[in-house]
């Protein structure tokens, strides 16, 4: 069997996505040990779904990550910059238009149902996403199931384990 190497891009991914998801689940932890209370919300968005501060909290993680990185990479793909699409919008989309130039798209907490369960209540799993476009295509993607601690960057494998 014949392992290819990640391009720089996935390793960025995937090191933003763990990082986002372990600060995630401290955040859990802080607030769930705190009397068994949910991860409260900080907002509620306009389709109805919880925002939270471990949502605003991983964002600003996977930003910081993606974003330190994203000169090298614009570089290897052939454009200018590399703006943000956001899950949770923290005023940083910097491109509108998905169909050109590259963009990271973000959910810091995909499943922010489950994310939220109290300790002991069946929980739904929840996820990081990242995904990386360019020119309206995607060309790369992470989901790290923090609920599972699996990652995969193809969403057709079984997920593969990873420590938090």
Request: net charge negative; with cysteine.
């Amino acid at each position: 069997m014949t392992i290819t190497p990640q391009p720089p891009h996935v390793k960025v991914m995937i090191e933003a996505a763990l990082k986002a998801a372990h600060i995630a689940i401290l955040r859990r932890k802080e607030v769930t040990n705190d009397n068994n209370r949910q991860e409260p919300h900080v907002a509620i968005k306009a389709d109805g779904s919880f925002l939270t501060s471990g949502d605003l909290q991983a964002q600003q993680i996977i930003q910081a990550v993606l974003d330190k990185a994203s000169p090298d990479i614009a570089k290897t793909l052939d454009v200018e910059s590399i703006g943000f699409i956001c899950e949770e919008n923290l005023g940083t989309q910097t491109q509108t238009n998905r169909s050109k130039g590259a963009h990271w798209v973000i959910d810091p907490i995909d499943g922010t149902r489950g994310y939220r369960a109290k300790d002991g209540e069946k929980a739904s799993p929840w996820a990081v996403s990242i995904a990386l476009e360019k020119d309206g295509k995607t060309i790369a993607s992470v989901v790290y199931e923090a609920s599972e601690a699996e990652y995969s960057t193809d969403p057709s494998k079984k997920l593969t384990n990873a420590q938090h």
